[in-house]
């Protein structure tokens, strides 16, 4: 039973537009959204969190957009950029402590 | 600060072998959780160690195994090693003032033959 979902594996953007990427769960106790990037043979590099109490949370050209009732979320990358191109994980934690349940990653390549 | 460090970065191992993997937490943190990686699976939450106690365990079964130590470094063993064990193997440390935010080390790459 998949938690956390990322219904695109891939997405390709031009440089300079909107990237978006979704992630959808299913468990109504997450209470703590994060999304990851991963290059590979490297470790997840965290990028942004989001509260279940907030519904946007912005951090330079990255934006996560949390809609509790569809149970849904969203990073934007504005502008995209070539080196923004890796895997992203959405990732969620409810109260257990640290463990995270991962969604299973979107490729997004950014076009020079 | 340096970053959280996993040793040794490469490993392999036989069928019905064990294995021992290191990680050192970033300084300060005390809580260290690990993750493996696989293709199929995808990235899936193994243990968390906080104090030198397993705080949570995911759906792995008891071959997998880890401690903490007393300066927050942890290991993991996998004992009777099986073909789908490979797999990249990820430690992440957390601070104890952001208890979700967890940052990920390099990981091991254990290939199992």
């Known amino acids: 039973d998949q938690q956390v979902k990322q219904n695109s594996p891939s997405l390709s953007v031009q440089e300079g537009r909107i990237s978006i990427l979704n992630c959808d769960y299913t468990?109504?106790?997450?209470?703590?959204f994060l999304w990851y990037k991963k290059y590979p043979a490297e470790g997840p590099t965290f990028l942004i969190s989001?509260?279940?109490?907030?519904d946007k949370n912005e951090d330079g050209r990255f934006t996560v957009f949390l809609n509790k009732s569809a149970k849904h979320l969203s990073l934007h990358i504005v502008p995209s950029q070539p080196g923004d191109s890796a895997v992203y994980f959405c990732?969620?934690?409810?109260?257990?402590?640290?463990?995270?349940?991962f969604g299973g990653g979107t490729r997004l390549m950014v076009k020079p | 600060k340096a970053g959280v460090t996993q040793t040794p970065r490469y490993l392999i191992k036989t069928r019905g072998q064990q294995v021992t993997l290191s990680c050192s937490p970033i300084?300060?943190?005390?809580?260290v959780s690990w993750y493996q990686q696989t293709p199929g699976q995808g990235l899936q939450f193994l243990f968390e160690?906080?104090?030198?106690?397993?705080?949570n365990k995911g759906n792995f079964p008891g071959r997998f195994s880890g401690r903490q130590f007393s300066n927050s470094r942890s290991e993991m063993n996998v004992s009777t090693l099986e073909l789908g064990d490979s797999a990249l193997y990820l430690c992440?440390?957390?601070?104890?003032?952001?208890?979700?935010?967890?940052?990920f080390g390099p990981g091991t790459r254990l290939t199992v033959l």
């Open positions: 160690y906080f104090s030198e106690t397993q705080r």
């Open positions: 992440a440390s957390s601070p104890l003032t952001s208890i979700n935010e967890q940052f």
């Open positions: 300084s300060g943190h005390r809580s």
């Open positions: 990732a969620a934690s409810g109260n257990a402590g640290n463990m995270l349940t």
């Open positions: 989001i509260s279940s109490i907030k």
């Open positions: 468990n109504s106790m997450f209470d703590y």
